[in-house]
């Protein structure tokens, strides 16, 4: 492929002024032929340089972020970013909005009254540099080459190419001018790579661009069968993170911040070692600082700052859960061996969890509590996971639900998340 030609084409796609039918074809022949490493890195590169690009004059190095595929009840940003802010790092983190069976970051974010996810650069730049973090919905100032792309990538069929998936992650977060980045490649049932054949090579594709743009990453190949934690939906995985901020929650969201952060920590040359990274990011996980930026992070990005101290101290009561609640219950007795994912998070979709389409309204407080986790014994008439809903659910849906765990006579393991690292 041409250099000067691909960096012409995406330089009239960025502006506006490229003929539709041209990037129709264009982006069908990359979907059906591929293009090189070499291609995908300059593809990715004239992506990043469309538009904005962040700088950071003052240490450098210590500028991160890090990027998920998407899985049920996948709210790790919202802990992260507060957590490694807390520990010294930069994180100008760019997020998106939910465009299939779950919220985006940016959608649990807008369930909190007042949050403002719509920054400006230098608005990011000015709130990292004040106070170690943002969370900033991806806009036309950043990579906007991207911007049009996605869109007929997602009426063309063409969505599903490694080589554009990379691009268009990688340069929206190379123009973050990060110096590290970890990926959280999903892979199962409940996720868009669902074997780890597929996820490895996603995920050796994304670290081989972002290292060919100077940046330093890791993919981490996590499991994504059984939903993440105890909350899934918008409000509701808000309440999980400030519960996990203030040293609390359940140990399996716990314990995936904990793997990105140490990454990011010795990739940083924060830490040693990733022993003394987990270290880290519990310390400021339980001691209240990990939560005190999240709060901050809030009052500067629009939230009154009354609302974000009750928020921090009981979120409930500003992000109250629906007076609709179905109790899901358990057939018969043993022991939690599995829950379908994609089931809860279809279910939930349809009642407004999720998209179907961009224009669609996210209803922020539908969504479940799980009660029993993998591995725990649970009786039959126990009630397992409560459904939050806002219009009356079909004795279909609550039969699905019903069905959607998987209770052995045998004691489980909690299996790890994390399969593989690619670097």
């Not at 059906?32 to 990043?48: R, V």
């Not at 890791?218 to 995985?237: C, K, Y």
């Not at 939930?348 to 969890?353: N, P, T, V």
């Amino acid at each position: 492929m041409d250099k000067i030609l691909l960096s012409r084409f995406i330089a009239a796609v960025a502006a506006r002024e490229v003929e539709l039918s041209a990037a129709e074809s264009w982006l069908k022949a990359v979907h059906m032929y591929g293009i090189s490493p070499q291609d995908t890195i300059t593809l990715t590169n004239e992506m990043m340089n469309s538009g904005s690009i962040l700088t950071w004059e003052e240490q450098p190095h210590l500028v991160v972020d890090k990027h998920s595929t998407g899985g049920v009840g996948d709210k790790m940003s919202l802990m992260l970013a507060p957590a490694l802010a807390a520990c010294g790092l930069k994180v100008p983190m760019l997020a998106g909005r939910g465009l299939g069976h779950t919220g985006g970051t940016i959608d649990k974010l807008e369930s909190i009254p007042g949050f403002n996810c719509n920054l400006t650069p230098q608005q990011m730049q000015d709130i990292v540099q004040k106070i170690g973090c943002c969370i900033a919905a991806q806009n036309d100032a950043i990579a906007p080459a991207d911007g049009l792309l996605y869109a007929i990538r997602d009426v063309t069929q063409t969505i599903d190419s490694i080589p554009l998936i990379t691009a268009s992650i990688i340069s929206k977060k190379a123009a973050e001018g990060l110096h590290s980045l970890v990926l959280d490649v999903k892979c199962g049932t409940a996720a868009f790579m669902k074997t780890e054949h597929d996820a490895i090579e996603l995920a050796k594709s994304m670290v081989d661009v972002a290292s060919g743009l100077g940046i330093k990453c890791q993919a981490q190949i996590t499991l994504m069968e059984n939903p993440i934690g105890s909350h899934i939906g918008n409000s509701l995985e808000v309440i999980e993170s400030v519960e996990i901020l203030k040293g609390n929650g359940h140990p399996d969201t716990k314990k995936l911040v904990v793997l990105q952060g140490s990454a990011l920590l010795l990739m940083s040359n924060i830490v040693q070692n990733l022993n003394a990274g987990e270290a880290m990011i519990e310390r400021v996980l339980n001691d209240g600082s990990a939560l005190k930026k999240f709060c901050e992070m809030c009052v500067h990005q629009g939230v009154d700052a009354e609302i974000a101290r009750r928020l921090c101290k009981d979120p409930l009561s500003v992000l109250p859960l629906s007076n609709n609640k179905i109790e899901i219950i358990a057939q018969h007795s043993g022991y939690v061996h599995s829950i379908d994912s994609m089931a809860l998070a279809e279910i939930a979709r349809r009642h407004g969890a999720g998209r179907f389409s961009i224009e669609d309204i996210i209803i922020p407080d539908v969504g479940y509590i799980i009660k029993k986790h993998i591995g725990e014994k649970i009786e039959g008439g126990q009630c397992w996971m409560e459904f939050y809903f806002s219009q009356q659910p079909k004795d279909s849906e609550i039969k699905q639900l019903s069905q959607s765990i998987t209770i052995s006579k045998l004691i489980r393991d909690n299996q790890s998340r994390l399969i593989t690292v690619v670097e």
